[in-house]
């Protein structure tokens, strides 16, 4: 597990190059926000998270397998990266940002997905 990486996978860079290439500008995993967001529009007070289905167990997907080995320790860790996503959502919500969640599987659909991020971005 240490190889696996919490920035720049597939699906939070073709979120990046999407906004990128319709003009958004905006801040890579700031330090000082609860969770270091994935893409933060600090002009704007939004948040653009991006989250794998698999490690943030999005429920009904089916991405979402528990792996047969060692199942305790698999359903533990993810019910505990839920809690932590959930618990950093509620802080940035409490801290005045508007959080907009991009899941794996949502961007199979990338028309649907750019004009959800594009009206999130614009209200």
Same mark, same amino acid.
């Given at each position: ?13 073709q979120v990046r190059r999407l906004l990128h290439g319709l003009?958004?500008r905006y801040r890579l995993h700031r330090a000082d926000l ?30 979402? =397998?528990?792996? #047969? ?6 359903? *533990?860790? $993810?019910? /505990? ?8 959502l509620g802080l940035l919500e409490e801290s005045g940002w ?9 961007? =199979?659909?990338? #028309? ?6 594009? *009206?999130? $971005?614009? /209200?």
């Amino acid at each position: 597990m240490a190889q696996v990486k919490s920035k720049g996978m597939k699906p939070e860079m073709q979120v990046r190059r999407l906004l990128h290439g319709l003009g958004y500008r905006y801040r890579l995993h700031r330090a000082d926000l609860p969770g270091r967001p994935d893409l933060v529009f600090p002009a704007r007070r939004k948040i653009v998270l991006v989250n794998g289905c698999f490690w943030h167990y999005h429920s009904g997907c089916p991405r979402v =397998r528990i792996p #047969a080995a060692n199942q305790d320790y698999w359903l *533990a860790k $993810l019910k /505990r990266n839920k809690a932590r996503d959930e618990r950093n959502l509620g802080l940035l919500e409490e801290s005045g940002w508007a959080v907009m969640t991009v899941w794996e599987c949502q961007l =199979r659909d990338l #028309a649907e997905t750019t004009a959800r991020l594009i *009206a999130f $971005l614009e /209200r």
